[in-house]
């Protein structure tokens, strides 16, 4: 999100928090929903989730996933000016993934679009808030580039339940490689940037040990620490593009790859 604010001209500051808080809204409503869309399919085979195991009733799951959702809608229509369709855009590819995401294997897809669109949506609202920058074919490159990582993400954690030979064909292995080039895309779509070869190379490095050590766990079978490194990650790739365009918001992606790193060894990441 930080990366999609700075590639529309947006400047690293306080007004990105709104954009934060109303897409955490959203990203927290996707999780609770696919809980309420899966309740069936968890009663057979994960008797153990929330809604199966009576932690929680459906009738309330299904309250607070449309309540966080209405709330993310409105405090980002509020507070941070996006585009109309890439904000319903958002909101239908989060509630169409949790709807078929069981019955279409496809549906991987839909998932990084959701990624895609959160970049476009912080896009959108520095674009209005800068009175229409001009469009960087920068932000197309790496919206698309994340929607295949997220895509390759989505299609190992599928395999957690299954035989861990499963969760490394070469599609997912060729699509966790593609972040690697996200500083060499900033670089050539930003000429004008005054940025020494070492952060570009820092960048590649970093990623690329990163996509290594993810790669090793899930080759080893330990799916859901792959898993938990790959997320991870996404913060990781933020930064390589971030730090090429203000310093101050690579240390912020820096940060937030950090803390989700600690945040996971009290949280599950799958």
Same mark, same amino acid.
């Given at each position: 999100?930080?990366?999609?604010?700075?590639?529309?001209?947006?400047?690293?500051?306080?007004?990105?928090?709104?954009?934060?808080?109303?897409?955490?809204?959203?990203?927290?409503?996707?999780?609770?929903?696919?809980?309420?869309?899966?309740?069936?399919?968890?009663?057979?085979?994960?008797?153990?989730?929330?809604?199966?195991?009576?932690?929680?009733?459906?009738?309330?799951?299904?309250?607070?996933?449309?309540?966080?959702?209405?709330?993310?809608?409105?405090?980002?229509?509020?507070?941070?000016?996006?585009?109309?369709?890439?904000?319903?855009?958002?909101?239908?590819?989060?509630?169409?993934?949790?709807?078929?995401?069981?019955?279409?294997?496809?549906?991987?897809?839909?998932?990084?679009?959701?990624?895609?669109?959160?970049?476009?949506?912080?896009?959108?609202?520095?674009?209005?808030?800068?009175?229409?920058?001009?469009?960087?074919?920068?932000?197309?490159?790496?919206?698309?580039?994340?929607?295949?990582?997220?895509?390759?993400?989505?299609?190992?954690?599928?395999?957690?339940?299954?035989?861990?030979?499963?969760?490394?064909?070469?599609?997912?292995?060729?699509?966790?490689?593609?972040?690697?080039?996200?500083?060499?895309?900033?670089?050539?779509?930003?000429?004008?940037?005054?940025?020494? $070869?070492?952060?570009?190379?820092?960048?590649?490095?970093?990623?690329?040990?990163?996509?290594?050590?993810?790669?090793?766990?899930?080759?080893?079978?330990?799916?859901?620490?792959?898993?938990?490194?790959?997320?991870?990650?996404?913060?990781?790739?933020?930064?390589?593009?971030?730090?090429?365009?203000?310093?101050?918001?690579?240390?912020?992606?820096?940060?937030?790859?950090?803390?989700?790193?600690?945040? $996971?060894?009290?949280?599950?990441?799958?």
């Amino acid at each position: 999100m930080v990366v999609g604010w700075l590639v529309g001209g947006g400047f690293f500051g306080w007004e990105i928090g709104w954009l934060i808080a109303g897409v955490s809204l959203l990203y927290w409503a996707g999780m609770t929903l696919n809980d309420a869309f899966d309740a069936g399919w968890d009663r057979e085979n994960a008797p153990e989730r929330p809604i199966p195991s009576g932690a929680i009733s459906l009738s309330a799951t299904w309250i607070i996933g449309i309540g966080q959702m209405l709330a993310g809608i409105a405090l980002l229509m509020w507070k941070a000016n996006p585009g109309i369709g890439v904000l319903a855009g958002l909101v239908a590819a989060i509630l169409a993934y949790d709807w078929i995401h069981k019955k279409w294997k496809g549906s991987v897809l839909l998932m990084g679009l959701c990624r895609t669109l959160v970049y476009l949506l912080a896009w959108e609202a520095a674009r209005a808030d800068m009175q229409l920058s001009p469009i960087s074919p920068l932000i197309y490159l790496l919206g698309i580039g994340v929607l295949l990582y997220i895509a390759a993400l989505t299609m190992v954690a599928r395999s957690e339940r299954g035989k861990p030979d499963t969760a490394l064909s070469t599609l997912p292995r060729l699509m966790l490689l593609i972040p690697t080039a996200f500083p060499v895309m900033v670089l050539y779509c930003e000429r004008s940037l005054d940025i020494s $070869q070492l952060l570009l190379f820092t960048g590649i490095i970093a990623s690329s040990i990163w996509i290594v050590y993810t790669r090793s766990l899930l080759a080893a079978g330990k799916i859901p620490a792959g898993i938990g490194a790959a997320i991870a990650g996404i913060a990781l790739y933020d930064t390589t593009v971030a730090v090429l365009l203000d310093w101050r918001a690579g240390l912020f992606c820096l940060g937030c790859f950090a803390v989700t790193l600690i945040a $996971q060894r009290f949280i599950p990441a799958t």
